[in-house]
């Protein structure tokens, strides 16, 4: 069973940073690409950011373009979501989410995606 584990959420006023952390155990990250995800009460999941197996290439939703940076350490099987100049429309729950395949441009689609996290509130708001 391929587990994910995210954590780093809360609480953070208007123009602050959090850094979110997604764990894989019981398996190897490096040979997954990684997509940070979220969603807000009412609306739909959506893509923030994504990884690919190697941590070469990366993608940003538009609106996060510029604040957020998503890194990878495979030593320590953790994805890292760095999150800067947090609004309150970046208010949802994350969910990390992983896939064996090869995505693309396609990785900023929570539907490529087989292992999911529990996920975690973040919040933004003064």
């Known amino acids: 069973q391929l587990q994910l584990v995210e954590s780093g959420g809360g609480l953070v006023q208007p123009g602050g940073s959090l850094r979110l952390s997604c764990t894989a155990s019981?398996?190897?990250?490096?040979?997954?690409?990684i997509g940070w995800f979220r969603q807000a009460p009412g609306k739909d999941r959506e893509g923030v950011s994504c990884?690919?197996?190697?941590?070469?290439?990366?993608n940003y939703a538009d609106s996060v373009k510029g604040r957020f940076t998503i890194s990878k350490n495979n030593v320590k099987s953790t994805v890292y979501l760095q999150m800067n100049s947090l609004k309150p429309e970046d208010t949802g729950i994350y969910y990390c989410?992983?896939?064996?395949?090869?995505?693309?441009?396609?990785?900023?689609?929570?539907?490529?995606?087989?292992?999911w996290g529990q996920g975690t509130q973040v919040t933004v708001s003064s």
């Open positions: 989410a992983a896939s064996p395949a090869f995505l693309g441009s396609r990785c900023m689609s929570h539907r490529e995606y087989e292992y």
């Open positions: 990884i690919s197996n190697s941590g070469e290439t990366t």
């Open positions: 019981t398996f190897t990250l490096g040979y997954y690409n």
